[in-house]
């Protein structure tokens, strides 16, 4: 049963649309300006996040006004608390996926605990056995990065021998690159620090893109796209093995 087939009877104060209606038009609206903007984002994610904007939008429609202007007073807030949700629904999906069952945790728990919390990484040899796009975020090859953030491929080579960006093995000989890694058309600063200290590709990324015990649950990448590529590097000297 598709999206589409199953209504509420609960209408928008406003418009007297219904809410799953209105939600789905929101969905709708949400998985054409992806698809129009971001070539690397695949098909099943896309409509996920249509329908986590739908689901989101149709409830902040219920609120009272008195909770309405209560966000509204928290507005410069926003992003943040969007990208904590976004984690701990990332994260709360990733300990279902290990249970093998949907419904082992709720999820309205899992959200009010916080999404801060670091996990236990996994071993740097289970990591190479796991599927990148099951763990490492929107990667692209080379192909994508000199259309679209304009890096020729001699330079993104040459940052990848000097150990400027992260690079992940793909099959043979092919590599794809964390997008997050990028501001501006250029790796941020501190990931050659981080990739030494660390070593594997794959446990540098990791690690950069989790929340860190060694930043009190702060995500490591995020802080270095902030210019914080100094406590990042302590921190990564801290978590590094050996």
Excluded: C
């Amino acid at each position: 049963m598709t999206r589409f087939q199953i209504k509420t009877t609960f209408q928008t104060k406003t418009t007297g649309i219904k809410q799953d209606d209105f939600a789905d038009m929101v969905a709708e609206k949400v998985e054409r300006a992806l698809a129009h903007y971001d070539e690397a984002i695949n098909g099943p994610t896309m409509v996920s996040v249509g329908k986590i904007a739908g689901s989101i939008a149709s409830a902040v429609t219920q609120l009272s006004p008195k909770h309405q202007r209560a966000i509204d007073a928290i507005h410069a807030d926003l992003p943040g608390l969007a990208q904590k949700f976004v984690r701990a629904l990332a994260a709360e999906a990733a300990r279902r996926g290990e249970a093998g069952t949907a419904g082992a945790k709720n999820l309205s728990s899992a959200l009010l605990a916080g999404a801060d919390t670091p996990l236990p990484l996994p071993h740097s040899d289970n990591l190479e056995s796991m599927l990148i796009e099951d763990w490492a975020g929107r990667v692209a090859g080379s192909t994508y990065l000199e259309e679209n953030l304009r890096i020729a491929r001699s330079t993104l080579h040459r940052w990848q021998r000097r150990g400027d960006v992260i690079a992940l093995r793909k099959g043979g000989r092919k590599h794809v690159f964390p997008l997050a890694q990028f501001v501006d058309g250029r790796p941020v600063a501190g990931i050659s620090d981080v990739l030494e200290l660390i070593g594997n590709p794959r446990l540098a990324w990791l690690w950069l893109s989790r929340p860190a015990a060694q930043l009190d649950g702060r995500i490591p990448i995020d802080l270095m796209r902030q210019d914080q590529a100094e406590e990042v590097v302590e921190a990564a000297r801290a978590f590094a093995p050996g």
